[in-house]
């Protein structure tokens, strides 16, 4: 069966009208070019659709029938097509990214407010998964854009990154830890302590074994957790010390706990991902636009050097980072 788009259209026309001399004027056709689209619809269908006579024209049942279907198909394909051209030239529709849980209770958050504030129209949906699975839904084409947070540079040449912000590895521990007594702790210094941090879902982990490499620390067994929370009730409880990365976009660190520096520096990176050959949809690159607002970086993917931030310096117990 051959059946066109018009033909529908045209039919549609000509049975709300009652007539072919109008429906003719509504696509700007001649009589008989309506007559003629009617007719191989009817053939094509093979139905007779209108009983036709020199002074009226009437649907016969058949008509009927495949108006009321048709006619709500076509309201729903024009729908469907008016919403996606909004979306393509505006700041509507949905838009999908993916996130590791952590992030998404923090800087995240934040963007999707400022999606929210700048584009009441956009719908910005977040998937929350370990960051495997949001390089994955990013490779495959099942999220607009990923967020990670990573020690080195990104594998790969399927996705293109753009550096959002570095993060400083911090020591976490209550006040009174031996630790605490100074205003940055040297990675050696740690290998007295149980540890704990973040899982490989957030990219700490890896991060932490880069620095125990670098700077020559035993490898020893850590205990790895899920969410920030967690790690912070460990620490209160003195089950260890935590590390973290600590600035203003990631979970705050309790009152009762103090942070310090780790040095050298170990950052971490938050960087956003999508699949390097494929563009963005006009909605999905105004969401990006959003979430890289804190971006002071170029629009690149980060080369290992680019992972390193300007030093930490720390007075009286009160971290800083240099402009």
């Known amino acids: 069966m051959n059946v066109s788009l018009q033909q529908l259209k045209v039919f549609v026309a000509v049975a709300r009208e009652r007539s072919f001399t109008r429906a003719a004027r509504e696509f700007d056709l001649t009589q008989s070019a309506v007559s003629r689209c009617v007719r191989e619809l009817e053939e094509a269908v093979e139905l007779k659709l209108f009983d036709r006579t020199t002074r009226q024209v009437e649907l016969t049942h058949a008509g009927a029938s495949l108006e009321r279907r048709i006619g709500r198909l076509l309201d729903e394909i024009e729908l469907t097509l008016r919403e996606e051209r909004a979306a393509y030239d505006g700041h509507t529709g949905v838009v999908v990214i993916a996130s590791n849980p952590v992030l998404s209770s923090s800087w995240v958050a934040q963007g999707l407010a400022r999606c929210a504030a700048a584009f009441p129209e956009l719908t910005v949906c977040?998937?929350?998964?370990?960051?495997?699975?949001?390089?994955?839904?990013?490779?495959?084409?099942?999220?607009?854009?990923?967020?990670?947070?990573?020690?080195?540079?990104?594998?790969?040449?399927?996705?293109?990154?753009?550096?959002?912000?570095?993060?400083?590895?911090?020591?976490?521990?209550?006040?009174?830890?031996?630790?605490?007594?100074?205003?940055?702790?040297?990675?050696?210094?740690?290998?007295?302590?149980?540890?704990?941090?973040?899982?490989?879902?957030?990219?700490?982990?890896?991060?932490?074994?880069?620095?125990?490499?670098?700077?020559?620390?035993?490898?020893?067994?850590?205990?790895?957790?899920?969410?920030?929370?967690?790690?912070?009730?460990?620490?209160?409880?003195?089950?260890?010390?935590?590390?973290?990365?600590?600035?203003?976009?990631?979970?705050?660190?309790?009152?009762?706990?103090?942070?310090?520096?780790?040095?050298?520096?170990?950052?971490?990176?938050?960087?956003?991902?999508?699949?390097?050959n494929r563009s963005l949809r006009p909605n999905a690159a105004a969401g990006w636009a959003q979430f890289s607002a804190t971006s002071q970086t170029a629009d690149v993917s980060p080369s290992a050097s680019q992972l390193q931030t300007k030093p930490t310096v720390a007075r009286d117990g009160v971290v800083l980072h240099e402009p």
Not at 145 to 172: I, K, N, R, Y
Not at 252 to 271: D, E, G, K, Q
């Open 126 to 276: 977040v998937r929350d998964q370990p960051q495997s699975g949001v390089l994955a839904s990013v490779e495959q084409g099942e999220v607009d854009f990923g967020v990670v947070s990573m020690a080195e540079p990104l594998a790969g040449d399927l996705l293109h990154a753009q550096l959002v912000f570095t993060t400083p590895l911090h020591a976490v521990m209550p006040p009174a830890h031996p630790l605490a007594r100074h205003a940055s702790v040297a990675w050696n210094e740690l290998h007295e302590w149980a540890l704990i941090t973040l899982n490989a879902d957030t990219g700490v982990r890896a991060a932490l074994e880069l620095a125990f490499n670098a700077n020559g620390v035993k490898r020893r067994p850590v205990q790895e957790l899920g969410h920030v929370a967690a790690v912070l009730r460990m620490v209160e409880l003195g089950l260890g010390v935590g590390i973290l990365p600590i600035d203003a976009h990631w979970p705050a660190i309790s009152a009762s706990l103090v942070s310090r520096p780790l040095a050298p520096v170990m950052n971490l990176a938050t960087l956003l991902v999508h699949r390097r």
